[in-house]
């Protein structure tokens, strides 16, 4: 089985927290015998993470064309599953849209749930409504959510799971007394 992990985070950066998240869950995903290709930005080119094979996918783009980009230059329907980390809001979300819609097949990860009570600004709560509404309108493209947070059954109508954040303690370096 092959599956795709969508990030605006630059995984290459390993001093990034999340970074290291990322990585565990692939490395998870792999190890549970699902090879997971990640695509991620960094700077203003878009690259695929192949099995360790990193190769460019588009450059020079705007944020806010950051999933309409995957979409024409990514065969989306050779994946099982897409796995996909919503970002903080900003303008990349309001375009998510144009990926939703080409696959059936996605698990969305909400990194803190209920995410509207973090919003800090009215831009960001704008942002995170149509964020809802986007999620809402193509639930049907969605497997299930997975989430940190309070218990819940469903968020916008489909399943979810719960995880929680961790890293891989193989890649924790311990000190020895």
């Known amino acids: 089985m092959k599956a795709l992990y969508i990030s605006l985070v630059d995984i290459t950066n390993n001093n990034v927290g999340v970074v290291k998240k990322i990585k565990s869950q692939v490395k998870a995903f792999n190890e549970s015998g699902i090879i997971m290709?990640?695509?991620?930005?960094?700077?203003?080119?878009?690259?695929?993470?192949?099995?360790?094979?990193?190769?460019?996918?588009?450059?020079?783009?705007k944020l806010i064309d950051f999933y309409k980009n995957i979409k024409n230059?990514?065969?989306?329907?050779?994946?099982?599953?897409?796995?996909?980390?919503?970002?903080?809001?900003?303008?990349?979300?309001?375009?998510?849209?144009?990926?939703?819609?080409?696959?059936?097949s996605f698990i969305i990860e909400i990194p803190t749930y209920p995410f509207v009570n973090e919003s800090k600004n009215l831009k960001s709560k704008i942002l995170n409504y149509i964020l809802i509404f986007q999620l809402y309108c193509?639930?049907?493209?969605?497997?299930?959510?997975?989430?940190?947070?309070?218990?819940?059954?469903?968020?916008?109508?489909?399943?979810?799971?719960?995880v929680f954040n961790c890293v891989d303690s193989d890649d924790i370096n311990l000190k020895k007394n």
């Open 138 to 162: 193509f639930r049907s493209s969605i497997k299930f959510y997975t989430y940190m947070g309070e218990k819940k059954d469903k968020i916008f109508k489909n399943k979810c799971l719960r």
């Open 73 to 104: 230059n990514i065969n989306l329907n050779s994946y099982s599953f897409i796995y996909m980390r919503l970002p903080y809001p900003g303008k990349a979300l309001l375009k998510l849209w144009k990926i939703l819609k080409v696959s059936d």
């Open 37 to 61: 290709d990640v695509i991620f930005l960094k700077g203003g080119t878009i690259y695929i993470d192949e099995a360790g094979n990193i190769s460019q996918v588009a450059s020079n783009i």
